[in-house]
């Protein structure tokens, strides 16, 4: 990284990566604010300066929170940016309030639910881009009870998994069309306490645990992102995941309140949240790899727990998963050879 007039200097850098090896570990102090703040002080921030005019950029989930933030930060590059959002009045309401931020008129709203693959199906045969650049999974759920979309898969798998998975498929030649695509699914850190499993999916014979199904398919979208990754490689598309950190947003309110209420003094912003993925979605180093785990925009380990390392056996489950519930992924598995679990 290039000093710049007023970026921290060698000495600061040196002493905030130091610290960070130290704190780090803790997680506290690397997911809250105060880590954000410490990592930041390594940030190149040449990375974000991209002139996006001509791109167009899908964000789902982007009425609020990080999704929200993420589109402010695109559009205010130039990109066109399409807000794909459950909610029509909501997505509209979000739409306005980024044109009042940005000075855009290339914002533009679809009512897309990301659990219904009905709604993906309507949205990408119907979606008149020529192509697609940036393609951002942000949208999630985290539901008390268990809950069965229409077309039979649990709520929490469908709209954190399955529905990306498909709404990527699908938009696969719009992704090819563009060159050099970027594909990025925003997990969490509670994906850290999780084993890849495929088995009971929809929770059928458990007792339904809503945190621990977020976390699951919060690691089910780290795998997916290597799978891709590896099948999407000959079409210049570069898939990631990446977590936020702990981000102070309408969800995590809602979903988490206790959480929420213990925390929310060290709270990120939506901001600080959504930088690795505005950084994912625009700075040249990310195009440099593909399939990688990021935070606070540095590649990072998707273990840190032994018992959490999955088998290439769990793997081979959980591609004949995603095969079972969505059609289109059997073809891409199919030209894909099975990817080992690699140490990580």
Known sequence: MKDQPG??????????AALSRILDPTIVLSFDRSGFRRHAINFDPSDL???????????TGANSG?????AEGLAARGASVWLLCR????????????REATGSRSIHVATVDVADFGSIRRFAAGFRAGAVDVLVHNAGVLPDERVLTADGNELTLATNLLGPLLLT??????????GAARVIFVSSGGMYTQRLSAADPDWKSRRFDGVAAYAQTKRMQVTLAELLAEALAPF????????P???DTPAVRSSLPRFHAATRH??????????????????????????????DRKARPTHLLSRTRETPADRQRFRALCAERVPEFRSLAAAAPPAPSRPR
């Open 236 to 243: 210049q598309v570069v898939v990631h995941s990446m977590h």
């Open 7 to 16: 970026s921290p200097g060698p000495l600061l850098r040196s002493a905030a």
């Open 66 to 70: 990080i999704g929200f933030a993420t």
């Open 266 to 295: 060290i709270l990120r912003s939506p901001a600080q949240g959504a930088d690795t993925v505005l950084w994912l979605a625009v700075s040249a180093v990310a195009r440099h790899s593909s399939g990688r785990f990021w935070f």
């Open 169 to 178: 498929l699908l938009l696969l030649p719009k992704l090819r069309a563009s």
């Open 245 to 247: 950190g702990w981000a």
């Open 87 to 98: 909610s029509r009045e909501r997505g509209a309401q979000a739409a306005l309030a980024l």
């Open 49 to 59: 300066d991209a002139d996006l005019k001509g791109r167009t950029c899908l964000v």
